[in-house]
């Protein structure tokens, strides 16, 4: 257990340092070379996004086929809002790597 308490403090801090290096190249008024801030946002980005979505589908996915598993005749009403929340997740995720790329075009 302990384990997993530091695992998640050291991704907040991480988290934390992170979005405080990217909030400096976007806040300062003139044209700096942001070349080592933009590659890094754009792979910290990406990656929070991967991990955040594949997290989301995984419950999504899970909650699902319990409900399933619990009642096979809900089957139909469960399956479609389930497939409609997994692309709203996928469309998250998508739209965090067109930003990274946007970030890259910066460089």
């Known amino acids: 257990m302990f384990f997993i308490e530091g695992v998640f403090m050291k991704t907040t801090l991480l988290l934390i340092v992170g979005m405080l290096f ?45 409900g399933i598993s619990r009642n096979p005749g809900a089957k139909g009403a469960v399956f479609v809002p389930m497939i409609l929340g997994l692309a709203l997740i996928e469309s998250l995720v998508i739209y965090a790597f067109i930003i990274s790329f946007l970030l890259l075009g910066k460089i």
């Not at 070379?33 to 946002?41: N, R």
């Open 22 to 66: 990217t909030s400096s190249l976007f806040a300062s008024g003139q044209a700096v070379h942001a070349g080592g801030f933009a590659a890094f946002a754009a792979a910290f980005a990406i990656g929070v996004a991967a991990f955040g979505g594949a997290l989301a589908q995984g419950k999504a996915a899970a909650a699902a086929l319990e």
